[in-house]
């Protein structure tokens, strides 16, 4: 079963930047289709970016412009790059396969205050 572990949520505010990492624990099982999810508070939890080995990352319109998905293959981990961060962005960010089938981590906060 492939774990994967999110990291580098935070408190930031509006207009900030953060970035998030995803990778693997404790295993060599390589990202090809990863895509970034997030939960806020009351609502459910919604793909926001994503990217398959050899094809254009996607992006929800919400975030278009202002967030970048990348990886790094040589360190098995995919990114995600959050700039002019608003408040509506504040919630619970996950990753998983785009279309999701793996158990979902704890995921990491990022919180933006106005």
């Known amino acids: 079963q492939v774990q994967l572990v999110e990291s580098g949520g935070g408190l930031v505010q509006a207009g900030g930047s953060l970035r998030l990492s995803c990778a693997p624990s404790?295993?060599?099982?390589?990202?090809?289709?990863i895509g970034w999810f997030r939960q806020a508070p009351g609502k459910q939890r919604e793909l926001v970016a994503s990217?398959?080995?050899?094809?254009?990352?996607w992006y929800i319109k919400s975030v278009k412009g202002r967030f970048i998905i990348s990886r790094d293959n040589a360190k098995n981990t995919v990114y995600l790059q959050m700039n002019s961060l608003k408040p509506e962005d504040t919630a619970v960010y996950y990753c998983?396969?785009?279309?999701?089938?793996?158990?979902w981590g704890q995921g990491t906060q990022v919180t933006v205050s106005s």
């Open positions: 404790g295993s060599t099982f390589s990202i090809n289709a």
């Open positions: 990217v398959i080995s050899g094809s254009n990352a």
């Open positions: 998983n396969s785009p279309i999701p089938k793996w158990s």
